[in-house]
């Protein structure tokens, strides 16, 4: 399972990496929305996880953006950010694939919902 993560954060970015790798994931990385959007391009992820406020091309960007490709019309999509009250209300998403998730999360917890998102009732059936 192919995950794009998106952070400006390097250190927050590589242990959400390590934690994601760990669980089995595939994780393809990028800094900002521009190089996030060069991996969208190339490659089939299943799912996006983005921090919103980012240098050269935000997580809305990046958003907006992934809709557009055919590939990525459906891909689910996590905003995470501690900016979620002030972008949430604002931003016309699809409830289905687009979710929001606090960056006070423990990364544990954060990965415990992808689980979720991924596998629903089978999540955790292999631990």
Known sequence: M????????TDY???LEQFLFASGYTVHTATDG???SEVLTSTDVDLIIS???MPRLDGIKLH?????????????FIFITAYNDVYGS????DPQVD??????MSVKEIVKFVDKLMFGRFSGLWN
Do not use: H, M, P, Y
Not at 2 to 9: G, R, S, T
Not at 64 to 76: D, G, I, N, P, V
């Open 99 to 104: 979710f929001f998730l606090e960056k006070s």
């Open 64 to 76: 907006e953006f992934a809709r557009q490709l055919e590939r990525s019309k459906q891909t689910k």
């Open 90 to 93: 604002t931003l016309n998403l």
């Open 2 to 9: 192919n995950i794009l993560l998106v952070d400006d954060n």
């Open 51 to 53: 921090d919103i406020k």
């Open 34 to 36: 521009v190089e996030g």
């Open 13 to 15: 970015l590589k242990l």
